[in-house]
């Protein structure tokens, strides 16, 4: 089990940045895949971004490529979502969440574990 912690949410204007955080405080954290998925208000939640357990594989949605980046810093057990570039169609409640597959997957019900979600909104 993990318990994850999102962070680095706020308030910003369109075509500014803000970098979250997923943090856990199991080292197990390491062995899994981390996933950002996003929520707005009346929609449902869609995929943003996974990672590897060990950071070399990466997986985006086509419309967020180029602006957003995920990393993961595992001595700190922490994932990152830079984000930047940001769009009023930004805003959203967004969420990480931790795979136990064995293969890195954009579908969210393949993620157990979920943080409680850090709010992003972005004014024009």
């Known amino acids: 089990q993990v318990h994850l912690e999102e962070s680095g949410g706020g308030l910003v204007q369109a075509g500014g940045s803000l970098r979250l955080s997923c943090a856990a405080s199991?080292?197990?954290?390491?062995?899994?895949?981390i996933g950002w998925f996003r929520q707005a208000p009346r929609k449902e939640r869609e995929f943003v971004a996974s990672?590897?357990?060990?950071?070399?594989?990466?997986k985006y949605t086509d419309t967020l490529k180029g602006r957003f980046t995920i990393s993961r810093d595992n001595p700190k057990n922490t994932v990152y979502l830079q984000m930047i570039g940001l769009k009023p169609e930004d805003t959203a409640v967004y969420f990480c969440?931790?795979?136990?597959?064995?293969?890195?997957?954009?579908?969210?019900?393949?993620?157990?574990?979920w943080g409680q979600g850090t709010q992003v909104t972005v004014s024009s």
């Open positions: 199991e080292d197990t954290f390491t062995f899994y895949h």
């Open positions: 990672i590897s357990a060990s950071g070399t594989i990466t």
């Open positions: 969440a931790a795979s136990t597959g064995l293969l890195l997957s954009q579908g969210h019900g393949d993620y157990r574990y």
